[in-house]
């Protein structure tokens, strides 16, 4: 007897698939069927996301991802800013900050100060913060906050500077 099970997932790049949840299936052979999913997800606070705005979440990972392994022994900043992920990063523009105050506020310091400034037209570091990585990111923090992109984080960033 075929016991139908509806889990919702997402489809990889690889093609793989990856579960919202576990099965409640015995260990066996088992029969996949996969569909378009509509309408919206849930993040892992419990808020709904559209298609759209998971799209741009891994647009923004992937990105990310690739411009940190690239760029992970470049100290150059000037190098750093002017790779391509990262100026796709720029290019996506409002939707791409609260995705990096994020990983600010993750991982600590990283040059990520160019980009938002590029994006939002404006700079919360003061003169006398300048070289000190955990003041600069706490200044970037603060203005997500007041500006409205961090209502889920109000901590500040417990990471010491990579640099």
């Not at 997402?10 to 378009?36: R, Y």
Request: aromatic letters at 8%; proline letters at 6%.
């Amino acid at each position: 007897m075929i016991l139908p099970v509806t889990i919702q997932g997402t489809l990889q790049s690889d093609g793989s698939l990856k579960l919202d949840q576990a099965p409640n299936l015995p260990p066996g052979p088992v029969v996949v069927t996969v569909a378009a999913g509509l309408g919206a997800k849930s993040d892992s606070n419990g808020a709904e996301q559209s298609n759209d705005e998971i799209a741009i979440k891994e647009r923004f990972e992937k990105l990310a991802a690739r411009w940190k392994a690239k760029t992970k022994f470049v100290s150059n900043v000037t190098t750093k800013i002017l790779d391509a992920d990262y100026q796709k990063i720029i290019g996506m523009g409002k939707d791409a900050i609260p995705f990096i105050l994020n990983d600010l506020a993750d991982n600590g310091p990283n040059d990520w100060y160019w980009a938002l400034t590029a994006i939002t037209d404006v700079n919360p570091i003061k003169s006398e913060m300048a070289g000190n990585m955990v003041a600069m990111t706490e200044a970037w923090l603060q203005w997500g906050t007041q500006a409205g992109y961090r209502n889920d984080y109000p901590r500040t960033t417990n990471k010491s500077s990579r640099t």
